[in-house]
Nanobody, 128 residues
Framework: QVQLVESGGGLVQAGGSLRLSCAAS????????MGWFRQAPGKEREFVGA????????NYADSVKGRFTISRDNAKNSVYLQMNSLKPEDTAVYYC?????????????????????WGQGTQVTVSS
């Protein structure tokens, strides 16, 4: 089992940047594929991006492609979401999620239903 804690959210002006971090407990972090999701008020939770357990593969939602970058540091049990050129429509609670990935080390998972563990979320607010 793994516990996830997000940090780095806050208030930023449009065009600005934020870096979210997700710290995981446990000694088997490198066996988990990770994902970032977000949920805006009144909307369903949506996929933002994902990274394989090896870190070699990533995938992004079209809405953030070219602006957001996911990375991970398995030695620090952490995954990151670098968000640049932020827009007001990026305002949401951002969640990191983990799922055990026992097959191909480059597998990424886009569906929230693939993930077994979730953090509590961190609020990102982008003002216009």
């Amino acid at each position: 089992q793994v516990q996830l804690v997000e940090s780095g959210g806050g208030l930023v002006q449009a065009g600005g940047s934020l870096r979210l971090s997700c710290a995981a407990s446990g000694r088997t972090f490198s066996t988990y594929a990770m994902g970032w999701f977000r949920q805006a008020p009144g909307k369903e939770r949506e996929f933002v991006g994902a990274i394989s357990r090896s870190g070699r593969s990533t995938n992004y939602a079209d809405s953030v492609k070219g602006r957001f970058t996911i990375s991970r540091d398995n030695a620090k049990n952490s995954v990151y979401l670098q968000m640049n050129s932020l827009k007001p429509e990026d305002t949401a609670v951002y969640y990191c999620a983990a799922t055990i990935s026992s097959g191909y080390s480059g597998s990424v998972y886009l569906s929230e239903y693939a993930y077994d563990y979730w953090g509590q979320g961190t609020q990102v607010t982008v003002s216009s």
